[in-house]
């Protein structure tokens, strides 16, 4: 379905202002926040959440925002394998940050939820760039108000463990857990593909599929091939809504070195790009992009990965929300 395009939510061209030049924003889109009298008319608002307070290892996901943003400015309109311009189709605008709490976990989690709770009341599906992976759970408290959401997470560990450090609950391995136990997502619609690396022991594992978590490991995907395994992917989500989110720690460590808890063996960035495709026709109401550390990769290939793939859920999401 087309539509006509209006021009105040058009990317600024390079044609017109050097990439390098001028104030960045999320692929170059208008910036606005709440208050701007325009803000009921964004389809698909791109954010930030700078904040890495769930992280156990290396941090430094609380830059990956700022970074992505830069590095957007390399992104054109359209996508010519897909054939989908999606700043041609939705509006799109830029919302800044979501201003974290860097020493209280459960105040940042509030922060989160409040600030997509007012995008869901206006119809703005939200696009999030992370951030440590806890931010997903504030972003599906905000979304699934409404009832359990079906999840697709692209990742090379499950998230799905039930503490660290002697019972602390909220970290960037557990959010799945506390979606699944908060009622917020529906584990028989929930799907995780790319799991790998080694572990302590296989309770996250065995936990999940108890729940009905359908797990895929590295293996399958390599053996069955992206497009059969995303196929399966799709059957399992249906029609119902859905959210996608999108660990950077999917993709092999060659191609995304920026990261806090590297695993080999992973997929390269052409079929980081393929999943994404492949989830053409799933009922999409927001995702995400996390854990891009720009202190472990200052050169900033982690993070044009990461934003590049952002402009590919892009693409998706402006289907899933044309009008």
Known sequence: MSRDVDPFFQPISAMELARFAGVPTFMRLPHMTPDHPRFDDINIGL???PW?????NRPGARHGPRQMRDLSTMIRAMNPVTNISPFASVNCADLGD???????IQDSLNRVTDFISIMKKKNIVPMTAGGDHLVTLP????LAIDGPLGLIQFDSHTDLFDSYFGGHKFTHGTPFRRAIEEGLVDPKRFVQVGIRGTAYNLDDIEWGMDQGVRIIRIEELFERGVPDVMAEVREIVGTLPTYCTYDIDFVDPTFAPGTGTPEIGGPNSFQAQQVVREL???NLVGADLVEVSPPLDSAGGTAWLGVSLIFELMCILSQSTEI
């Open 47 to 49: 954010l930030g959440v």
């Open 52 to 56: 890495d307070g769930g992280t156990t």
């Open 98 to 104: 979501v201003p974290p709490n860097p020493v209280d």
């Open 139 to 142: 972003i599906l408290r905000a």
């Open 280 to 282: 053409a026709g799933v």
